[in-house]
């Protein structure tokens, strides 16, 4: 909720204008968040992971620690592996056989079973994989960033989160009496027909956070999704080695925090690599974002496009959009660059009180009045409201 509230903020504070409303934005959230915990409870089922209340304080302990540092750490692939690390630090120390509470603790993290919870790592991180190119591009939010030589450039930012509510089937303590049994067997653990299980509650949470300057939103939650899902594939891999060959737990455990960070790296050097696409050239004015119910998204205009012509006439600067739209007060009529590059022709008929003349997002030019402050954001800057954004001369740009 903080998250998608800082966003809407972010939005009325660079374009004056609200794209999303955050209260339907968390509702998506949710549900999907519902559906998939539903999923992955039927594939615990299967699973025999150990999982106890212990390892749930233990990873929502952690991950709640990480995102007071960044957001983007309240993810289970960086509590489980560095859990995985502590514990195998542990092994070389004598801490479990003191009798105070750094003893208690000792023994706790040394009792958690670190590759089933890598498992559920990696089925979160499918899961967030499909929910990425199902909705990772509905969560796509607009920004001015300032580029590598001081100008402003337009950017998309897509953040998403999602909480997961699971139920998992684990095996039952020993002495509880309890007398479920399974008629299959498990992946991890001794599924055999006749030992006791019970259901733990296990409360997730999965979610990405990308920003791109080169690609469509669309595009970049695809190459999202694939990334995530090779990754999940890799850390589930190594995961269900290490139950049966413990060496491989601490390889496994740095995977899931390394590889992780690799793929963000990864991202970010391709963005440099490319030419950002959302600024002005020659051909037109670039569509940064296009305002919900406005004659502009009537008309099918879509971000990323160039608007060539208005009225017939030539537009480069934001004046000339102006006055052109002012030809004819009553008809609107526009040739389009699309993402192809080939014009399409739209038009539609503009009625009295309509609030946006034509309801769209430009890039940047020189007189954007403010841009987002690029620096990460942490659990404390969603709570106290932190800046931002910063002020530059001039006014924002919409129209």
């Keep these: 909720m903080l998250q998608y509230m800082r966003q809407t903020r972010l939005e009325r504070k660079l374009f004056h204008v609200r794209l999303r409303a955050w209260p339907r934005q968390l509702g998506r959230t949710m549900?999907?968040?519902?559906?998939?915990?539903?999923?992955?409870?039927?594939?615990?089922?299967?699973?025999?992971?150990?999982?106890?209340?212990?390892?749930?304080?233990?990873?929502?302990?952690?991950?709640?620690?990480?995102?007071?540092?960044r957001v983007r750490?309240?993810?289970f692939a960086y509590a489980a592996g560095l859990l995985g690390v502590l514990?195998?630090?542990?092994?070389?120390s004598p801490l479990a056989e003191r009798g105070d509470w750094l003893g208690t603790a000792a023994a706790s993290l040394d009792r958690l079973d670190i590759p089933g919870l890598l498992v559920l790592v990696a089925l979160m991180h499918v899961a967030e994989a499909l929910l990425i190119r199902w909705q990772g591009a509905r969560f796509a939010s607009p920004l001015f960033l300032e580029g590598k030589r001081g100008k402003l450039v337009g950017a998309y930012a897509l953040q998403g989160y999602w909480?997961?509510?699971m139920l998992m089937l684990v095996p039952a303590a020993a002495g509880s009496g309890a007398e479920a049994s399974l008629?299959?067997?498990?992946?991890?653990?001794?599924?055999?027909?006749?030992?006791?299980?019970?259901?733990?509650?296990?409360?997730?949470?999965?979610?990405?956070?990308?920003?791109?300057?080169?690609?469509?939103?669309?595009?970049?939650?695809?190459?999202?999704?694939?990334?995530?899902?090779?990754?999940g594939l890799i850390v589930a891999a190594l995961a269900i080695g290490s139950a049966f060959w413990s060496p491989l737990t601490l390889p496994a455990a740095l995977c899931a925090l390394?590889?992780?960070?690799?793929?963000?790296?990864?991202?970010?050097?391709?963005?440099?690599?490319?030419?950002?696409?959302?600024?002005?050239?020659?051909?037109?004015?670039?569509?940064?974002?296009?305002?919900?119910?406005?004659?502009?998204?009537?008309?099918?205009?879509?971000?990323?496009?160039?608007?060539?012509?208005?009225?017939?006439?030539?537009?480069?600067?934001?004046?000339?959009?102006?006055?052109?739209?002012?030809?004819?007060?009553?008809?609107?009529?526009?040739?389009?660059?699309?993402?192809?590059?080939?014009?399409?022709?739209?038009?539609?008929?503009?009625?009295?009180?309509?609030?946006?003349?034509?309801?769209?997002?430009?890039?940047p030019d020189e007189r954007a009045g403010y841009y987002a402050a690029a620096r990460p954001a942490s659990l404390l800057d969603l709570i106290r409201r932190g800046r931002l954004a910063r002020r530059r001369e001039g006014t924002s740009v919409s129209s």
Excluded at 42 to 47: H, Q, R, S
């Design 87 to 92: 514990q195998w630090g542990l092994g070389w």
């Design 163 to 165: 909480p997961v509510p």
């Design 258 to 363: 390394l590889l992780h960070e690799l793929l963000l790296l990864v991202s970010f050097l391709k963005e440099e690599a490319r030419s950002p696409i959302y600024v002005h050239d020659d051909r037109g004015l670039c569509v940064l974002a296009v305002i919900p119910g406005t004659p502009a998204e009537a008309m099918g205009i879509l971000a990323g496009e160039i608007l060539h012509k208005v009225n017939g006439v030539r537009v480069r600067k934001i004046e000339e959009l102006y006055a052109a739209l002012h030809v004819n007060s009553a008809f609107c009529k526009l040739e389009v660059l699309n993402h192809e590059g080939h014009i399409k022709f739209v038009q539609r008929a503009r009625y009295a009180g309509e609030h946006h003349q034509l309801g769209v997002i430009l890039a």
């Design 183 to 231: 008629p299959w067997a498990t992946l991890l653990g001794d599924g055999t027909i006749g030992m006791g299980w019970t259901m733990v509650g296990f409360p997730m949470m999965i979610g990405f956070t990308e920003l791109t300057r080169t690609l469509l939103p669309e595009v970049k939650a695809r190459a999202a999704s694939q990334a995530l899902l090779l990754y």
């Design 31 to 69: 549900l999907a968040g519902l559906i998939v915990g539903v999923i992955a409870s039927c594939a615990g089922l299967f699973l025999g992971v150990s999982v106890t209340g212990e390892a749930v304080l233990w990873m929502w302990g952690t991950a709640a620690l990480l995102a007071v540092i």
């Design 73 to 75: 750490y309240l993810c």
